[in-house]
């Protein structure tokens, strides 16, 4: 497995691995401290393209002033071996000088869904967010990009950026990877002391209960948030963000879940926010 660090490398990379042979790359975008969850995207990269370049960046633009860009984890070499234990073919590791050069004024933004759920919390967060994996894009050059589910808002802004950018790139998305007890894998996790992460096992059991409730026949939106407000309440140290029951596609509000529909929950255990959500069926 190679270490590439430039952008000229990662294109030069990508074009030489589909010119041999006609051979598809994908792209798994990361900022690093990987887990299971990121393992799965890189196995179904594997599984689903010719060649795979996984990502390794902090992207400090999507960051808000007071958020934890300084801290955030970075485990270079555990990565490393993660990736290439998973069939990665290279990592692509740049430092920020080379995503974001000198006087660099051009940024994405995606308006309307940029200020929705986890945007309208972290102001600025998805324009970073679209911008660095638009950089990522240009550069390798993917068939495919993968992506996951517990990132569902992101996964709606980007999808958008694709299709308005008319970007040749198709967006995989990857189901949520759980610990047994059902907590959402996340690098924030480590930040949870233990009696934190006992605390933060209700927003899996609030999106279990919705499900629950939608199987029995709820689809009144006021219902649903209802039932998983009353059970955040039930952990007095959980600060709930948001919970929202939304259009995928346009992260709007919708009155009546349908298949499809988005069911998403952000909440701050102790100083770490957290997210969750549910496709409903």
């Known amino acids: 497995m190679e270490i590439l660090r430039t952008v000229g490398e990662l294109r030069q990379w990508s074009r030489e691995e589909r010119n041999d042979g006609g051979n598809t790359i994908g792209l798994v975008p990361t900022m690093g401290a990987l887990h299971s969850g990121h393992a799965s995207l890189i196995r179904a990269a594997v599984n689903s393209v010719g060649f795979v370049a996984v990502s390794l960046f902090v992207n400090p633009t999507q960051f808000g002033p007071n958020e934890d860009y300084a801290r955030y984890p970075r485990t270079f070499e555990a990565d490393c071996a993660l990736a290439k234990s998973e069939g990665a073919d290279v990592v692509f590791a ?3 000088e080379e995503l974001y050069p000198a006087g660099a004024a051009t940024f994405v933004e995606v308006s309307g869904l940029s200020d929705r759920l986890d945007g309208k919390a972290r102001p600025g967060h998805f324009r970073g967010v679209a ?38 790139t198709e967006i995989v998305v990857c189901s949520i990877v759980r610990e047994v007890d059902g907590l959402a894998l ?43 407000r009353l059970l955040f309440a039930t952990e007095p140290g959980v600060r709930v963000d948001y919970v929202a029951l939304v259009d995928w596609a346009t992260l709007l509000p919708v009155e009546t879940a349908s298949p499809g529909t988005l069911f998403a929950v952000a909440a701050w255990v102790g100083a770490t926010r957290l997210i969750d959500n549910t496709i409903l069926s």
């Open 94 to 96: 740049p430092e920020v």
């Open 131 to 168: 911008t660095v994996v638009a950089k990522l894009m240009i550069a390798a050059e993917p068939d495919r990009a993968f992506f996951g589910q517990k990132d569902a808002a992101q996964v709606a802004v980007l999808r958008r950026m694709v299709a308005d950018l008319r970007l040749a």
């Open 186 to 228: 996340s690098s924030r996790n480590v930040y949870l002391t233990p009696a934190e992460r006992s605390q933060a096992l209700v927003l899996s059991r609030a999106i279990r209960h919705v499900e629950g409730l939608v199987a029995e026949g709820e689809r009144r939106a006021s219902k649903l948030i209802e039932a998983a």
